[in-house]
């Protein structure tokens, strides 16, 4: 008996939400959607559930294709931010004796400004007077932790 209590409970929840949480315009616009049907083929007495298969199968090749399960978004997405982060690094950092990708010096900016080609880096950074912050070098660490 509590189980099919709790049965009740937990289907009924999304409808206490959306009875209790959403406006009525969205209440309004959700009353008018309508049902959407799916297209069963008839079974005549005819055809043979083989015969049903292979016509759904000819019917439907072009949705399961190639191009439906490679997820391009995805592969533009994933493109854009390794771009994004060798031009990163390709402007900022610099490579170490070892091979290891540090930080590039930091210098005080000229001006409070930020205009629109300096943001698409249309326009090069300024690198005057002395550098405000330097990655330390190893040996300098190792020498501060002795």
Known sequence: MANSVTLGFMLSVDELVFENLTSEDTKHIMGMVQGFNVHRPVETDDQSEEHLLDNYFRENVNRYTIESVIPYKL??????????????????????????????????????????????????????GTPVWRMPSLSAVNRTES
Not at 100 to 106: M, N, T, W, Y
């Open 75 to 128: 592969l533009l997405v994933l493109v854009l931010t390794g771009g994004f982060m060798a031009e990163y690094y390709y402007k900022h950092c610099k490579v170490d004796g070892d091979g290891v990708f540090v930080p590039g010096d930091l210098y005080e900016p000229s001006s409070v400004s930020y205009s629109i080609w300096r943001f698409f880096s249309l326009v090069p950074k300024e690198e005057k």
